[in-house]
């Protein structure tokens, strides 16, 4: 009786899940940030100017090039995205339905947000527990207005790309993604009118899709290892020193985001039969990446992956309404920020504000949101509303110390927002792929390795 030795089986090293890796990505930055901190800067020269230390430098270039990686994803995945999600429209029964409820609930919920926010602003009186000195107030160097946010609109050239010259002589690109948006509809609207000639384009689109949803993927890979370089670059930076003026503020800026984005948010995923733990599963990639990169535009196109891989939106839909939402979106930027700063900046300042001035914050709130335009910061939208409303722009100066610690509580809302809504407007219409959102979650950036293009 013979017997024989089978090979012996070779154990493939399993990675952690992507929603782990990004855990550890948050600590380590935490830990590195803090150590960077405690390094101090290599040297200040005469005219005040930091050198940073090595530490500080890496997490600083790390983080950077990931961002920049994600912004240059972002101009062709918005204009082919919403191109070819407008030509699938024609395949979607009430299209026109689908997109004029999904701005119904951005305002249903940007409505509640500045609600809390004024709210806030008047129980905790932030302007009156300052211990800010008056002499910190300065106004910002750009400011929002209604006309430049309409005038935006008007894309300057067909890919919304423009051109700065800096004070070194070199030239920096950059995009307007809104006007990115309008000629993106346009064309595509275009196409549905035009019939069976614009097959050829559209298939070629599709096809641009799948590409570029490829190389997406590439990029999302990197995710926990940037998580470490834009939080330790934070922590790094601005450290925590700087809240202890302005404690009260914070502190109301961040329990507005927490009410938002925990109370909230749950009694709407509620009210609408969704699970709540399934959707906070679902898009924490999402979400965590927001915290750190403080884009929601950055953020983007992993808002889209995950809404229509874990959340089971329709491609078609998603496709729309998650750039859609990355442009006027915003419940942490747009509604709880600027209501409470602009409480602030009227108590600081002695100002009293009536029940005129509320409803004006509240609209400027819900319309005015897209002229953030998901860039990184808010103090376009702050101005904006303290101008609508006649108080001081100095009081913006009063507020920029602790600006980058608050701008990532408050992206991370804008992107939960933006995810939630076009899952609730789904699940609504009937079209939310229910196994997809209650399947079990594997901690990954979405159920596949591999990204679906938009259905023919």
Do not use: H
């Not at 884009?295 to 196109?301: D, E, F, I, L, R």
């Amino acid at each position: 009786m013979s017997t024989s030795t089978a090979a012996p089986s070779k154990r493939r090293l399993r990675l952690p899940s992507f929603g782990i890796q990004v855990l550890i990505g948050l600590v380590l930055g935490v830990i590195l940030g803090l150590v960077a901190r405690e390094m101090g800067p290599d040297s200040v020269n005469a005219d005040g100017v930091i050198d940073p230390n090595w530490l500080t430098e890496t997490l600083t270039t790390v983080g950077s090039t990931f961002v920049t990686l994600l912004r240059a994803i972002v101009p062709p995945l918005v204009f082919l995205a919403i191109v070819a999600s407008i030509a699938n429209l024609r395949e979607v029964t009430g299209a026109a339905r689908l997109a004029w409820k999904t701005l119904l609930w951005f305002a249903i919920t940007a409505l509640i947000a500045v609600g809390i926010g004024i709210v806030l602003g008047l129980v905790l009186q932030p302007g009156e527990n300052a211990g800010v000195s008056a002499d910190a107030a300065a106004a910002p160097g750009s400011t929002g207005s209604w006309l430049d946010f309409l005038t935006g609109l008007v894309p300057a050239n067909v890919l919304g790309i423009g051109a700065n010259a800096a004070a070194d002589g070199s030239i920096g690109i950059s995009f307007n993604v809104l006007q990115i948006l309008v000629v993106a509809i346009a064309i595509g609207i275009a196409a549905l009118k035009v019939g069976e000639p614009a097959e050829p384009f559209l298939a070629i689109v599709r096809s641009a899709l799948a590409i570029v949803q490829k190389v997406l993927w590439w990029v999302i890979l990197l995710a926990p290892i940037a998580t470490v370089g834009l939080l330790g670059k934070a922590v790094a930076t601005y450290g925590w020193d700087a809240l202890g003026s302005l404690s009260t503020y914070a502190v109301a800026i961040y329990a507005g985001l927490a009410l938002v984005l925990l109370v909230v948010y749950p009694a709407l995923l509620r009210l609408n039969g969704l699970s709540i733990k399934q959707f906070f599963t679902g898009a924490w990639p999402a979400i965590s990446l927001a915290f750190v990169s403080r884009s929601s535009v950055g953020t983007m196109p992993v808002t889209q992956s995950v809404t229509e891989r874990n959340l089971g939106v329709p491609s078609s839909y998603a496709s729309f309404a998650v750039p859609l939402g990355a442009t006027t979106k915003m419940d942490g930027c747009a509604s709880i920020y600027p209501a409470i700063s602009a409480i602030f900046v009227a108590q600081f300042f002695g100002l009293d504000l009536s029940i005129t001035d509320y409803l004006l914050i509240a609209f400027v709130s819900v319309i005015g949101s897209a002229a953030t335009a998901g860039v990184t910061g808010a103090t376009v939208m702050l101005t904006l509303t303290l101008s609508t409303l006649g108080l001081p722009l100095e009081g913006v100066g009063l507020l920029l110390a602790i600006d980058p610690i608050l701008d990532m509580g408050r992206t991370a809302v804008n992107v939960a927002g933006q995810a939630l809504v076009p899952t609730i407007v789904a699940k609504r219409e009937g079209i939310l792929d229910a196994a997809t959102y209650n399947a079990t979650r594997t901690g990954d950036a979405w159920r596949e390795d591999e990204p679906v293009a938009v259905a023919a």
